[in-house]
């Protein structure tokens, strides 16, 4: 057996067992799980006063691991843009034809729409900047697709893309010090002094409605410089 086949095989075996050790342990005291999961979902609205529950257990209850999430894109960025730096964009792909561009730039504004409205009403309903950000990401795609990587190459740069990565990225970490700044928690919402605002009205939720645009801008910043460099090539 080669040694990479042995460390996945041991792998496995470890997050296997872990898996089982923990549901045995929720198994014995009784089940806490169901329990933390209704406390959760009833208390939800009052804690953060968005109506999302998925939402705010996401960017409130269990903000670090929804940070942790992030930091995963942040990493597949950075370690992209170190395999291909130094590298200029190709730009050969003529796109598509005439019909295609018309109908692709006319419709343009209602699919930048879409990815707003789902970030912004990300406390309210299912989504969030998560969902935006990718709908974004796929927009810059789809103008690549359809005008062709030419005039994209002079209309994105990617570097400008990794930087507003780079500051979203920043700008989270951020606003979960307030929370501390505060004495409080880190990224902490309603117990840092965030409005809460009227359960149900687009100005509510408290922090979760920042850290949404947050991650939107993020998401889609860096999955459109990660499409963008690879279309890249060494230069000579």
Request: charged share 10%; with cysteine; proline share 4%.
């Amino acid at each position: 057996m080669k040694m990479g086949h042995a460390a996945a095989a041991i792998i496995a075996l470890a997050s296997s067992a872990a898996v089982l050790t923990l549901t045995l342990v929720f198994a014995v005291t009784g089940g806490e799980a169901p329990q933390l999961a209704g406390a959760m979902t009833s208390g939800s609205v009052a804690a953060s006063g968005s109506v999302n529950v998925v939402t705010t257990i996401l960017l409130d209850f269990r903000s670090l691991d929804t940070l942790g999430e992030a930091s995963v894109i942040f990493a597949s960025v950075a370690c992209v843009g170190v395999l291909f730096r130094g590298s200029r964009r190709i730009g050969t792909e003529p796109g598509l034809g005439v019909l295609v561009r018309r109908s692709v730039g006319y419709l343009s504004a209602l699919f930048l729409l879409f990815p707003l409205y789902i970030v912004a009403h990300g406390h309210l309903s299912p989504g969030g900047g998560f969902q935006g950000g990718v709908s974004l990401a796929v927009l810059l795609i789809l103008l690549t697709v359809a005008y062709g990587s030419r005039p994209m190459a002079t209309a994105v740069d990617p570097s400008r893309l990794h930087m507003t990565e780079s500051l979203s990225a920043l700008g989270f970490l951020m606003a979960g010090f307030v929370g501390v700044l505060q004495g409080t928690s880190f990224l902490a919402n309603a117990a840092a002094g965030f409005p809460r605002g009227v359960p149900g009205s687009l100005l509510s939720g408290g922090l979760i409605p920042v850290l949404n645009a947050i991650i939107g801008v993020k998401v889609a910043s860096g999955l459109g410089s990660i499409f963008f460099d690879f279309q890249s090539e060494r230069g000579e």
